[in-house]
């Protein structure tokens, strides 16, 4: 990490897209700007004349993010018209890179490759101005002004001459040109601002940048081998032809809240939704530690959980009493409607005075039932359904009220047709599953399986499990028992979806998956990474490969797994909240 000051400007106007969108303009840089973050000031450009709302939203905002605010002057504002957010060039900046982005250019990956680059090369850095060919200068291009990174060094030749170069274009115009026209002057001005100053400029990678302008391209075309999981920026215009529009997004929330839930969204925009929809929750998680904040009263609305007692043989259960940890971890107020606990989890018991001062407070429980519970025996208004394996396999309902939430452990436990949001909490323990300083890990020497449900069925063991341990719940073993037996097996054989799996891959042991009737029938589009330790037969090769590779799963659990569970916990909050709040 280099040692240097960064200075991070964009702007703010009157108008609906514009506040919202800042608002997760600097959640993403906080995400996504990594240890620079703790080097980042922000400074935020509004006009003379500001709305009293917006004003509010700045306010708010300043005490959660390190914001110098600077209004632009009405003789400024007169001078460069539509055009007044360019002022910040003319300004005298002491840091040691100055990022101009616009608030519809969102930071979505970790952005100290760009930092780092523009820092070394001493260089401007800027995207390409799709169709730049149109304009005359197709020989190297024109540089975007929707993202730029200006060094130090190089902004004093920059100073006090932008507006000359627009004017010289023919600025200002009248009527105010159109969308594209104002972009591409815009662009056309900067680029030869740089190169008559005999500044040095460099391009960003087409590759991490993408610009939505009615063609989807950087440059102008579309690209099909783009790898969106590598974006850093993405940027979102208005351009008409766009099936989607920034201002469309951004006009309210609930247009922001039908884009993130769309669910036919495909290629770069199903990419742009995942990104925003990471960030809209690190938002909203910050938004509540500050609103539920109160001497008074609480505000949020309570959750009870319909759960059997706490036992560790099965993983439903636990995901409950987790999911009720959880919550009151995150600064919430959650209880079980069982007896049976945890001593280990925040998982208090509901009774019957407790309900009776949530009522008298006015403030309505959100009722989260597992699949297995027929209707809705709590009588709540607010109804969350957790699908913790497909409706009515074990019992319940297969349908439900319109009115219900539906949140789901896993996409497959969703009936076609049936629309769900993800709420996967991992049900097993690092301390306990784990590999580390393992003596037996190159000698190891059983073979288990396990099979409790599908035996239940009816269904008869094959040959696989001859003489193998059995670890269904039949057998009276603790957690750090079968912890133990997994660190010194070699293989474990599932008939059926289980939590052992996870468990057995973070103790070492490869898994093999046997493609039984019940198996297909229960989880027939099954999808699983191929280089994790897990295989779906039992070939020489495959285990061979598997063992192999068994060790890459522990990086997944803690870099993806655990990671999203927050986030989807969070997410899960704002949406049961707001349900509860607008009944």
């Not at 970790?110 to 304009?135: C, G, M, T």
């Not at 783009?226 to 351009?239: A, G, P």
């Not at 019992?395 to 996409?411: C, K, N, Q, S």
């Amino acid at each position: 990490m280099l040692d240097i000051n960064i200075r991070v400007v964009t702007f703010l106007i009157n108008h609906p897209a514009y506040y919202k969108s800042l608002k997760y303009f600097l959640a993403a840089w906080r995400i996504n700007a990594g240890n620079y973050y703790g080097n980042v000031r922000f400074t935020v450009i509004f006009p003379s004349v500001l709305e009293q709302k917006y004003i509010h939203v700045i306010n708010e905002l300043v005490l959660e993010y390190p914001i110098d605010l600077m209004q632009v002057s009405a003789d400024i504002d007169a001078i460069y018209q539509y055009y007044w957010p360019m002022r910040f060039l003319d300004e005298a900046f002491d840091e040691d890179l100055v990022i101009f982005s616009t608030p519809n250019t969102l930071v979505t990956n970790d952005i100290s490759q760009i930092i780092e680059q523009a820092y070394r090369d001493n260089a401007v850095l800027a995207p390409a101005l799709a169709d730049s060919d149109a304009i005359g200068l197709s020989d190297t291009g024109m540089l975007s002004t929707w993202f730029m990174v200006l060094p130090k060094t190089l902004r004093t030749n920059i100073a006090n001459r932008f507006l000359s170069i627009l004017t010289r274009l023919g600025f200002p115009a009248n009527p105010p040109p159109q969308y594209h026209d104002s972009i591409k002057l815009l662009a056309e001005a900067f680029t030869i601002l740089l190169r008559e100053n005999n500044i040095v400029h460099n391009f960003l990678d087409a590759n991490i940048f993408h610009e939505f302008d009615g063609r989807q391209s950087v440059y102008g075309q579309q690209r099909i081998d783009t790898n969106y999981d590598e974006q850093v920026l993405f940027s979102v215009t208005d351009v008409p032809e766009n099936e989607f529009t920034w201002s469309g997004i951004f006009s309210d929330t609930a247009a922001l809240l039908k884009f993130l839930d769309n669910s036919e969204l495909v290629e770069a925009w199903l990419y742009f939704q995942r990104d925003l929809r990471r960030i809209h929750t690190s938002f909203a998680r910050s938004a509540l530690q500050l609103a539920r904040r109160d001497l008074f009263q609480a505000k949020s609305h309570p959750y009870y959980i319909f759960a059997l007692d706490y036992m560790q043989q099965s993983a439903g259960i636990r995901a409950l009493h987790y999911l009720c940890h959880a919550l009151n971890e995150s600064g919430l107020e959650a209880y079980v409607t069982c007896e049976g606990t945890a001593p280990h989890l925040r998982t208090p018991v509901l009774n019957e005075t407790i309900m009776m001062q949530h009522t008298a407070s006015g403030r309505e429980a959100i009722m989260v039932y597992p699949e297995i519970v027929t209707g809705n025996p709590m009588g709540s208004g607010t109804v969350a359904r957790w699908l913790l394996n497909r409706p009515g396999h074990i019992a319940g309902d297969t349908a439900f009220p319109d009115g219900d939430l539906i949140f789901t452990y896993d996409p497959h436990y969703l009936p076609a047709g049936m629309h769900g949001e993800i709420l996967h909490i991992p049900t097993y323990d690092l301390s306990i599953f784990n590999n580390d300083d393992n003596p037996d890990d190159d000698a190891r020497e059983f073979v288990c399986f396990y099979a409790h449900k599908y035996l239940a069925s009816g269904a008869k063991l094959t040959e696989h499990a001859k003489d193998a341990i059995s670890l269904c719940k039949d057998q009276p073993l603790t957690h750090a028992e079968i912890a133990a037996i997994l660190r010194r097996s070699k293989l474990l054989y599932v008939y059926e979806p289980t939590a052992l799996i996870a468990e057995a891959l973070l103790c070492g042991c490869p898994v093999s998956i046997i493609q039984t009737d019940y198996w297909k029938n229960n989880m027939g589009d099954f999808i699983y990474a191929e280089d994790v330790g897990m295989i779906m037969d039992d070939s020489p090769a495959s285990i061979a490969s598997a063992k192999a590779h068994v060790h890459r799963y522990r990086s997944v659990h803690e870099d993806v797994v655990l990671k999203n569970a927050w986030q989807q916990i969070d997410h899960f909050v704002e949406l049961t909240q707001d349900a509860a709040r607008t009944r």
